[in-house]
T-cell receptor, first 111, second 109 residues
Framework: EAGVAQSPRYKIIEKRQSVAFWCNPI?????LYWYQQILGQGPKLLIQ????????DSQLPKDRFSAERLKGVDSTLKIQPAKLEDSAVYLC?????????FGPGTRLTVT | KNEVEQSPQNLTAQEGEFITINCSYS?????LHWLQQHPGGGIVSLFM???GKKKHGRLIATINIQEKHSSLHITASHPRDSAVYIC???????????FGTGTRLTIIP
C-alpha cells in the first residue's frame, strides 16, 4: 500500500514570496490533515479536511495561508506571502478511522 | 502547561543500553500514539495504545490510563534508533492529535 506522498521535499524561498505544497493521501482515506512543525516543537494542526470539506481550520493563519482539497483526494497548502517565521516542516497526514499516517514532510526555509 | 509532556527532552546513550522515554498527559484520551521522526522530517507511527502494553521487535510501549502516563522502551539500543520520539494523544476520539514536543534520542556506537 502506497503511503502519503508529499512534494516538494525541500523548498527555500525569500520572504514575501509565495510557495505551494502538495499532498496525496493514502487511497480511500477521507480525512486529511496539514501540520506545521517548527524546529524543536511538536506538530501543530493547521487544517483538517473530511473529504473536500473543512472540519477545522481554527489555527490556520488565513491572512497568508490557504488550503484546498478539490475532489476530496489531493490537497495543496499555499503560503502567500511567506514570512521568516514560516520556516518549518509541513506535514500532511491522512486517516481512515483514528490512526493517522504521515507523509515525509516538506522542509521550508524562508530567508 | 502543555496537555502532553515528555521527558527527557534529550537523551544520549551508548549502543546496547536500555532506553526509556516517558509521556504524561492531562486530558481524557481514547488512544495514545508513539511516533518516530527522523532528521528528514517524515513521521512513522510506532504504536497506538489504549490500554496495557504492546511490543514490536525491540520496542515496547506501555500505558497506565489511571495515572495518565505512558512509556516507550527500547531494548539493545542501536545507532539507527537515533531519532525524535513523539508522544501524541487522541482526545476522546475526536480525530485530533495533541502532540508532545518530542524526545531527541542519540545512540552512540
Amino acid at each position: 500500500e502506497a503511503g502519503v506522498a508529499q512534494s516538494p521535499r525541500y523548498k527555500i524561498i525569500e520572504k514575501r514570496q509565495s510557495v505551494a505544497f502538495w499532498c496525496n493521501p493514502i487511497s480511500g482515506h477521507a480525512t486529511l490533515y496539514w501540520y506545521q512543525q517548527i524546529l524543536g516543537q511538536g506538530p501543530k494542526l493547521l487544517i483538517q479536511f473530511q473529504n473536500n470539506g473543512v472540519v477545522d481550520d481554527s489555527q490556520l493563519p488565513k491572512d497568508r495561508f490557504s488550503a484546498e482539497r478539490l475532489k476530496g483526494v489531493d490537497s495543496t497548502l499555499k503560503i502567500q506571502p511567506a514570512k521568516l517565521e514560516d520556516s518549518a516542516v509541513y506535514l500532511c497526514a491522512s486517516s481512515l478511522v483514528i490512526e493517522q499516517y504521515f507523509g515525509p514532510g516538506t522542509r521550508l526555509t524562508v530567508t | 502547561k502543555n496537555e502532553v509532556e515528555q521527558s527527557p527532552q534529550n537523551l544520549t546513550a551508548q549502543e546496547g543500553e536500555f532506553i526509556t522515554i516517558n509521556c504524561s498527559y492531562s486530558v481524557g484520551i481514547s488512544a495514545l500514539h508513539w511516533l518516530q521522526q527522523h532528521p528528514g522530517g517524515g513521521i512513522v507511527s510506532l504504536f497506538m495504545l489504549s490500554s496495557g502494553k504492546k511490543k514490536h521487535g525491540r520496542l515496547i510501549a506501555t500505558i497506565n490510563i489511571q495515572e495518565k502516563h505512558s512509556s516507550l522502551h527500547i531494548t539493545a539500543s542501536h545507532p539507527r534508533d537515533s531519532a525524535v520520539y513523539i508522544c501524541a494523544v487522541d482526545s476522546l476520539g475526536n480525530e485530533k492529535l495533541t502532540f508532545g514536543t518530542g524526545t531527541r534520542l542519540t545512540i552512540i556506537p
